[in-house]
């Protein structure tokens, strides 16, 4: 009897805490710390600025599960790192810091105008701003950003940046870099004739110079205070904030205010806070919910809420009022192998009976992504939507017009071939069944095959040879542009060109004479707006090809702190604008 | 007992050279026997899409292109007599031991473990004094009152301590009292010296979180010992001779029960003092453990090796000391 009493007792006390638990919110639910502000609302920042203030003052605080690959602005790739890098580092342009298609829009950063084309777009010559000076006082000359984009060609010492430079410039194949070639002098790519002009020289006419430069590779390195493979230990301030000591990788640091820096030189920095606090390798349960209670001001990251916040959010009037779930830039297609699946109407069989349905759910439904027509997202500037594949909400795939698809290929009973997609990614693992199980119904047979994240781009998808050889005839790939405009976003995806051995992101391996000339071409063109028709065609024509299917243009459900103001999304980033947050007291 | 503890010492730096050897052939090895190829190791240091020249010069900086016992043979002589590290824009020495430098953060490995250092110990020795505390206690009090409520409650929640993961417990505990009661405020770590009191707040959910599950071990294993010595004869004998039972308890029965009990506490402090790796990753804090991930999942070659040989090291010690200690509790040990 007695055990039966304390039997129920213990029933009954555990009930009781579960139920406390699972039902209420947070005792922290104070106003200012998740109830949304008279004025915010869902998607607010999307295309208008929340909360503008010029009041400066507190600390804002970042939090990373992850970490940047780099502080140095010469050997960093990450998206959020570009983003907050340029709140110490200044390279020669920036993104505007404006909403919607404007913010795709270079403008004058270091330099005090865009660059000047000559020679055919082959030589662009940027004029710096006068009396700018690093945190220690030293003046910034035009040699700091020819050192600065020199020393980006020893890919040994930074390797993680894009390579784009020791590409395109003239001596590109023989320059090694400042830490090889000691003499300066060496390196032809860039002329600095005087301190504030740097004129900078590429092999073939190139368009997208006053973009390309907005990587902060330009931004100036004293190359007497260069350590190299250290410098990201603390790379000198160029910008409104700098390293207070030394960054330490993996854990964190502050940034405190760079009083040698000039607000008269800089119409894009607001530099609001008083000190800007970094902490990498938090747990992901831990950002989301910080940034909820308050405690934590910013995911550096820019991908979203995880599952767990994201319920929560949306269930929350309060919360979901501070939320934007923006398109973010990327595009998650599936390239169709060209060499394995030769013909094209084969190719259009398979999108033609794919269930794009079940792909757009997989990915989160409406909260996670638009359903893709074109290949360039919206995020690239000029893009138009295409109607080659057209799909609506609910389209499970047309079985009758890929079976045509298949008889007019002489494959009426379908194929068989392999899809692979990366193991630890739940998202790709479902689109990767979805689209086995819709083409099984139309006698396509992919066999499905995962492969961590980490080495996918570079030795599974990315290698021509493995596709080949494992009889690869689809992926899950994913791709954002370097930079919003076709170049930067297609060219790397469908010039034949542009296909390597390692590496590759043509996973098609296109290799279509038609395209090759358009991309030949257009980099010849002086006008946008020509040069933006010619994307969109070269876009339609790889369409045509069948040779990549679209999936998903990818969101992220973004949460900001009411305690933040001047929140924006930047279509460029694909996050909010991090020059341009300020944090109310 | 000096010379046992010379033996000891000599035997723990054979440890490490073994260690070093295997950590290398795992690393190495195995993803070669995977068909993992020389550029799809360097393509892990390098950015998007890089191309052949990239990893070229990436296996020439990081020695992927040379044998792995030259490769062994270059870290080792940098342990002995010290190396050289270059930057690329300078050459900097690196004295010994050295134990290389980072592929990911180029900062010397010695300095990373030896910053990283004082989280581990502080979680470990932290939760260490509870759950000895509280595992002992508990346990000794359920022997002697066997089969009573307490026992009964006490041995049934030790059982769920020890049953519950870390990372279950860490989580459930930081989303109750954190972000759903608000009634505890996580901060964020400093040293002892900085500030004691931010330096103990933030560490009493993970102190409470690890000795959750090693103080449920503890009392089972005391419980169990004491039981076993309160039968024996000798203790009979202490209480007919008209002994205070808080005398036989403490000075008798404990202290036969000790003995298994310290051997596993050597093992486990020195396991947890090189790296608590679910804790660490669990509360966020920057310690060996969280160290140890970030260079497994990152291919972090000298940081594996670094924290491998470091973790190695503790245990040796700890159990050293352990073995010390054994002299002292039990006076028919001898070390020899």
Sequence with gaps: MKRQVWAVITVIALVSTGAAACGGGSKKTTGTSSGGSSSAKYNAAVDSVVNASDTKGGTLTFGNSDDFDSTDGGNTYYAYSLNFNRLYERPLTTYAPKTGAAGLQAVPDLAQGLGTPSNGMRTWTFKLRPNLKYEDGTPIKAADVKYAIARTFDRGILGNGPSYFAHLCVDAATYKGPYKDKNINDFKCVDAPDDTTVVIKFKDPFPDMNLLVAFPQTAPVPQAKDTGAQYALHPISSGPYKWQGNFQPKVGGTLVRNTNWDPASDPIRKALPEKIVYKAGMQENEIDQELINGTLDVDIAGTGVKTAARQQILSNAKLKANADDPVAGFHWFLPINTQIVTNVNCRKAMIDGVDRDAMWRAYGGDIGGQLATSIMPPAVAGRQPSNIFPVKAGDTGDQAKAKADLQACNKPNGFSATMIYRSDRDKEKAVAQAVQQSLAKVGIQLSLKGYPSGGYTGSNAGSPDFMKKNNVAIATYGWAADWPTGYGYLEPLTDGAAIVNSGNSNVEMLNDPAINQLWKQVVTVADENQRNAIYNQIDQKVLEQAAIMPNVYAKSLLYRSPKLTNVFFQEQWGMYDYTALGKTQ | ?336
């Design chain 2, 1 to 336: 007992m000096i010379a046992f503890i010379i033996r000891r010492l000599l035997t723990a730096v054979l440890l490490l050279v073994i260690i070093s050897a295997v950590t290398f052939a795992i690393f190495f090895l195995l993803p070669r026997a995977a068909g993992m190829t020389t550029d799809q190791l360097a393509a892990r240091f390098a950015g998007k899409a890089p191309d052949k020249a990239t990893l070229l010069a990436i296996e020439k900086r990081y020695g992927f292109d040379k044998p792995v016992p030259v490769q062994y043979y270059d870290f080792m002589r940098g342990v002995v007599v010290g190396g050289k590290y270059d930057t690329g824009a300078r050459v900097i020495d690196c004295p010994a031991p050295c134990l290389g430098y980072s592929f990911r953060t180029n900062e010397p490995v010695l300095q990373t473990v030896l910053n990283r250092a004082p989280v581990t110990f502080s979680i470990a020795a932290g939760a260490a004094v509870v759950w000895l505390i509280a595992g002992i206690s508990i346990g000794v009090l359920s022997a002697l009152r066997k089969g009573t409520f307490f026992d009964r409650f006490s041995m049934g929640t030790a059982l769920v301590g020890v049953s519950l993961p870390i990372f279950f417990t860490g989580l459930l505990s930081q989303t109750f009292l954190e972000f759903k009661w608000g009634i505890w405020s996580q901060q964020d770590y400093v040293s002892i010296t900085q500030d004691p009191v931010q330096w103990a707040h933030s560490l009493v959910l993970p102190w409470i979180t690890l000795a959750f599950l090693y103080a449920a071990l503890y009392a089972r294993l005391t419980r169990a010992g004491m039981l076993d010595t309160m039968t024996e004869d000798y203790i009979r004998t202490a209480r007919a001779k008209g002994l205070p039972e808080r005398t036989v308890i403490v000075r008798h029965a404990l202290r036969a029960t000790l003995t298994p009990i310290l051997t596993i506490f050597g093992l486990d402090l020195g396991l947890l003092l090189g790296g608590a790796v679910l804790t660490e990753k669990t509360f966020s804090m920057h310690g060996l453990g969280a160290l140890a991930i970030d260079g497994v999942v990152q291919s972090d070659l000298p940081v594996v090796v670094g924290v491998t040989m470091a973790g190695a090291l503790f245990v040796v010690l700890a159990n050293l000391v352990v073995d010390v200690l054994y002299a002292v509790v039990d006076p028919r040990v001898r070390l020899e």
